[in-house]
């Protein structure tokens, strides 16, 4: 019976270790990790979310009838990451592996950069080097999306407080009024060429190129620039890159 004894308290031991050791859960590790910090964090009002948001066609559409989009929380809107401001203006970005992009929020490569369905005088044309798909983004005259945005998300955005952009700019409140750049970052789910212009033609004045668009993505998140020429009324986008900071322009009451 001793020893009986003997082997049992071994067991007796490991037993109340392992109900007593505490576990860590496993650190998850960023798929596509984003982070920035505001250079202007005093301009906006705290608390306060950033988030990384792609915008449906619906919300461009002309008509005033409402379309429902398969975003998943906001009608036209998908945060594909949304992050705390610190009080520094800090936040992180954890834009994933594009596997949660609803298939809405996707168009084939060659239609990847539009402007919005309101903009009738413009029209844009692109070929690309293979079918794949590429998250939609929309050519605008003075910003690009997907693109930062600040406060809670609703449809249409009716209650953000902002926009937030990586750019070269010295300052988004008022726009600038010399050439300046932009940065975003798009998903494509595969490697891809794209080039192709945009034009506007409004039946009176002349026909004119207002955009090109000029990029190589590779499968997965690439970054995106944007270079406005406010002055000229034109815009490239490529794969330029570029040193700037973090900005939030700020909307008015």
């Known amino acids: 019976m001793r020893f009986a004894k003997v082997l049992l308290l071994p067991a007796a031991i490991l037993l109340l270790a392992a109900c007593t050791s505490t576990t860590q859960p496993p650190v998850e590790t960023p798929e596509y990790l984003v982070e920035g910090k505001l250079l202007n964090a005093g301009d906006v009002p705290m608390p306060n979310v950033a988030s990384f948001i792609a915008i449906h066609p619906s919300l461009y559409a002309v008509s005033t009838s409402a379309i429902t989009s398969q975003a998943v929380e906001y009608d036209g809107i998908l945060a594909i990451s949304s992050s705390q401001l610190e009080a520094d203006g800090s936040f992180e970005w954890d834009l994933g592996d594009g596997s949660d992009i609803p298939a809405a929020y996707l168009t084939s490569a060659s239609q990847a950069f539009q402007t919005p369905a309101y903009n009738t005088d413009t029209t844009c044309s692109s070929t690309a080097s293979a079918a794949v798909s590429v998250l939609r983004s929309f050519v605008l005259p003075d910003s690009v999306v997907p693109a930062g945005a600040l ?49 506007f033609d409004d039946g009176m004045n002349p026909v004119a190129e207002v955009a090109t668009i000029d990029l190589d993505l590779v499968e997965g998140w690439n970054e995106v620039t944007a270079n406005i020429d406010p002055v000229s009324g034109t815009s490239v986008i490529n794969n330029e890159s570029f040193e700037g900071a973090w900005l939030a322009s700020i909307f008015g009451p």
């Open 151 to 199: 406060g809670p998300l609703t449809d249409s955005l009716n209650f953000a407080s902002g926009i937030v952009y990586y750019t070269d700019a010295a300052s988004l409140m008022p726009l600038p009024a010399v050439p300046y750049r932009l940065k975003t970052w798009v998903f494509a789910e595969g490697d891809v060429s794209i080039e192709g212009a945009c034009v």
